[in-house]
């Protein structure tokens, strides 16, 4: 359980615990060999490997199978894992096992592709269907006369070893294919964790990057309207893949970061989440380039939510350019607003410098009904703001003015002649909801 625990609060290995499969393959993990993997491929590598050498221990007839075969047992998982990934695919997702017929059809193609006599390889076939009606590994009785695995990713992971057998050319081939399908994503991204981790395979990390630039560029393309490649490259940074791989890392952050460009937060959270500290160079980079861009909000939504992390350097980068870029900043806005609306404490909200002074447009005041001051962030608490016209331009005949503190707004009503509409300043004590980037007015009719 210490060894657990430990895994369990650092962020590289506990990242790796969203589901209860890859909870039970870490606690397995770290009581057979102390510290777990902090890459997602090589999680589920290692978790089939101490499962193996568990039934392979056991007095059963299985496990003479095992001993013996093993790199049978292995092809045979790869095939019937990508074969059930297929069928899944034409039938809804729903279709997670196959018949021992068909299982010792796949298990005869594989003996007999590896030489084996005729006498030979059919009582193999038959010992390996019988161990299977119970536990062969992964594969399990799941219903009469049929076999599969216990759950879908241990499926996906199968199929992601059989996709990455053969001539690299067609390795790319089949991972440009599956990468935009979301039904295959997690194949996908197996298939790439193994170009990391696998010394045999890590030419190919090259040609995944590659992948990611090229679903980028497509213009005029779904992929590039939706980035898919960065969406990937950011699950290829989740998953931990090139974790011992600075370089490719690092060009994986740079497409990641693109997703600046399209405001949505829950990608911004993970975005921030993976830009552990060998990347944040990276990430400062990218994020300082955005920010006059009033096109790309997310980079201040991004910038925000690692101050807010407590990363000191984007502290200090809001503070230096919330008042230089102030027009892009007013754009992300809306997206900073509502990341403070999931936190009960927040630096932005409570740091950043005061602005005490705002002026209304120079409008006349037969098309000014109701102003509405709106703040930047309505999680703050409520102050005593005490909101005085200064000046009315002479003719004035009335001046009349009332306070609110609704949820999303203050709300100040403005009664005025034909005269223009005078400068508004907020005196008093403001407290911490001024000690935001502006304020925005929306003039309503």
Known sequence: MKRLREAIQEDSTSRLMRTPLQVTIMATLVDQVGRP?????????????AIYRREREKDTPAAVILRDHELDIDALHYTVGLYLQAKGEVRGGTESRITL?????FAEDRLKAEGYAENVLMGLRSEIVRAATDRLVFLVGVGEDQVGFEIRSLQEFMAAEALM???DAILVRRLRLIAPISYWRNVFLFAAGKCYADTGKQHMRNAVHELCVEFNMELGGITHTYLLGSQLALSILEDGAPRHSPLFAARLAEEACRLMGLPRLT???RLAAAIDEPLERIAQQQIERRLPDQAEPG????LAILADGGRQWARRMFEGCFTKYRGALRRALPLIQEHLNNRKES???TVVGNAELLALPKLRGSDVRTARLYLPFSNFASANVVAVIDRLVQGTTTKQYDLLRPDSAIKLGLTTSEQEV?????KGSPGPFWKAVTAMFALQR
Do not use: C, N, S, V
């Open 37 to 49: 993997p902090q890459e997602r491929y090589r999680l589920f590598h290692e978790y089939y490997k």
């Open 101 to 105: 017929a068909r299982l010792g059809r």
């Open 165 to 167: 057998t053969g001539d």
């Open 267 to 269: 990608q911004l959270y």
């Open 299 to 302: 980079a201040w939504a991004l």
């Open 347 to 349: 630096w932005i909200a």
């Open 422 to 426: 005078p400068e508004l300043r907020l």
